[in-house]
């Protein structure tokens, strides 16, 4: 019943920048802490960033703070995490998650256990 479908992602040159889109089904995500993450080969899957979408604070991940924005547009019922300055290290598996709960504002909201819908992923790949 609950579906998240991310898109957006690609190939692109190192500086350059994607959008990534998160669109929710089956439940709107204005009362929800949504994430993105992203998972490399070989490594664990780590937290980006996430916003609570009733309105409030942010958190970010310090290897892409300063570079990423994550917003959400409750009308569209879609999640989005603008990347810029995008880095070889950035390529990765990224995937969008909710959970029907405040956000906690700091560290617990890129930690995987904290979600329970998680959308299939898409692809981001970075070239130098």
């Known amino acids: 019943q609950v579906q998240l479908v991310e898109s957006g992602g690609g190939s692109v040159q190192a500086g350059g920048s994607l959008r990534l889109s998160c669109a929710a089904s089956?439940?709107?995500?204005?009362?929800?802490?949504m994430g993105w993450f992203r998972q490399a080969p070989g490594k664990e899957r780590e937290g980006v960033a996430a916003i609570y979408t009733g309105g409030g604070s942010t958190y970010y991940a310090d290897s892409v703070k300063g570079r990423f924005t994550i917003s959400h547009d409750n009308a569209e019922n879609t999640l989005y995490l603008q990347m810029n300055s995008l880095k070889p290290e950035d390529t990765a598996m990224y995937y969008c998650?909710?959970?029907?709960?405040?956000?906690?504002?700091?560290?617990?909201?890129?930690?995987?256990?904290?979600?329970?819908?998680w959308g299939q992923g898409t692809r981001v790949t970075v070239s130098s």
């Open positions: 089956g439940y709107t995500i204005s009362n929800y802490c």
């Open positions: 998650a909710a959970v029907r709960s405040y956000c906690s504002g700091g560290f617990a909201d890129l930690q995987e256990y904290e979600y329970n819908y």
